[in-house]
């Protein structure tokens, strides 16, 4: 029997953010969560200032990653580590980094659009 990281299979709008998690498809979740075209996952997400590709690596290893990642570092922007830029690149992925309540805005904006967005959001209390 082979066991699959619980998900929602599917990309939605994010309702709600704030004390610790988030608020999607009339879910919620606790903890960080990592959007991509396969769906939303619990993420557990580093420190902000520890943030490399190797917490990312489940974007990288998307059968269609999204063609711009958008990363959530909590309530203050922190820049990651200079492999998440270079993985990016080397996967033809647009990165764009900021504070989370803007990545959540952001995100839902681009969804709307239709365009492929995905994200990392860093739960926020």
Request: with cysteine; hydrophobic share 45%; net charge neutral.
């Amino acid at each position: 029997m082979q066991m699959r990281d619980p998900h929602f299979p599917r990309r939605a709008p994010i309702e709600a953010y704030g004390h610790g998690g988030f608020r999607f498809a009339n879910m919620s979740h606790r903890g960080s969560i990592l959007i991509v075209n396969s769906g939303i996952y619990a993420w557990e997400a580093p420190d902000p200032a520890r943030l490399d590709a190797a917490s990312l690596k489940r974007v990288f290893r998307e059968a269609e990653p999204p063609e711009l990642l958008l990363i959530g570092t909590g309530r203050r922007l922190e820049q990651p580590a200079a492999d998440v830029r270079l993985a990016c690149a080397e996967h033809r992925i647009g990165l764009d980094v900021m504070d989370t309540g803007a990545a959540v805005r952001t995100y839902n904006v681009l969804l709307a659009e239709g365009r492929s967005v995905g994200a990392a959001l860093i739960a926020v209390d």
